[in-house]
């Protein structure tokens, strides 16, 4: 219910019908004054994502201390006191990418909070001090057979793009300047490429041709262009989950493709819900570095893979002998459907470049 003041007129405003009481009994639109402030439109933008009137919190604690409740208790049709899991998941994923997306930053050197050199991100090379730098550049050079001299930071950045190039442009330890280059090979080659081989080189003599040999600016919108296509992975990975779900659970002919469906949903939604407190946790400890943040963050993801065992268990009713068996053949088939999306998704970035 709304805090604006109920208008004198009982006409409703949206399809003309009187009114008897707060709300129209034909539309079901409520009977206030239209004018209102940002503040109530911001408020009334909150509740109607997460229906703070209690629906939210109480769908939230069932999902994490009741798995496979939820999901239950939608295919039953008790679903009136809960966020409907659609909703939810569409603000529960929108709130963790953005989230996840401000955690992993990209540039030139790929991702930051990645592993680049020797172990060391971009971040912890730059912050350190003069003594910690000369040592760590002369480790690298004594590794690649150079003279064991330190190199200044402009040096070790020539250092790093250099290494990241190669390779990068490189077609069968060759560098073609040119289609023409190549196609002139081609014609000289005993084994020629195939068709699907041919379109992808054309596409690396593509992309040279544009970044100029820029290896360092080409990883970071490759990898940009994949890291932002991890919600529709997720979300086309989503009706695979169901569908895996089905084929195990195919004698249970109670269950619809839209109970594993909900199922999926639920499971999703607390995957993100957890992965935020993994990722909150490990940005404190970047900073305080304490040994045990990290043991805290290994128990909690693998309490991800519990909950799941746990959640199909109560939603499915099964033996746990079958649930377990279940559990190890729905997470293998994940992994393999995942895999599939994923090189598809990292074709089709090179495609975008």
Known sequence: MSHLKERAQKNCLNCNSI??????????????????TVWHLVS???????????????????LFTKPGFLSREYMEGRRARYVNPVRLYVFTSAFFFLLFFSFFKVDKHGLVNGVTVN???VAQIEAMDSLAFDAFTKRINKE??????????????????????????QINDEKYESKAQYDSAQKMAKNKDGVIA?????????INERYKKEGGIVLKEYISIILHSLPQ????????????????????????????????????????????????????????????????????????????????????????????????L????????????FLFFILYSLYKL
């Open 119 to 121: 172990g060391k991100t």
């Open 233 to 328: 992975m997720f979300f086309i990975l989503l009706p695979f989950f169901a569908l895996i779900l089905k084929l195990l659970y195919s004698r249970k002919k109670e269950y619809y493709y839209v109970n594993h469906s909900i199922f999926s949903i639920h499971f999703y939604i607390f995957t993100f819900l957890t992965t935020l407190v993994v990722l909150l946790l490990d940005k404190i400890n970047t900073s305080l570095q304490w040994r045990f943040i990290t043991y805290i963050n290994l128990l909690i993801e693998l309490s991800i893979f519990f909950y799941l065992y746990k959640s199909m268990h109560n939603f499915y009713r099964g033996g746990r002998a079958i649930t377990m068996l279940k559990f190890f």
């Open 44 to 62: 009334h933008f909150f509740q109607d994502i997460t229906h703070f009137d209690g629906k939210f919190f109480s769908t939230i604690k069932y």
């Open 144 to 169: 690649d057979g150079k003279n064991a001299l330190p190199m200044t930071r402009k040096e070790f950045q020539h250092y790093f793009d250099s290494t990241l190039n190669k390779g990068f442009i």
């Open 330 to 341: 729905l997470c293998l088939s994940l992994l393999i459907t995942f895999i599939v999306i």
């Open 198 to 206: 041919r379109a992808f080189n054309y596409k690396i003599i593509e």
């Open 19 to 36: 009114v008897q009481g707060r709300y129209c009994h034909n539309c079901g639109q409520e009977n206030i004054e239209p004018k209102e």
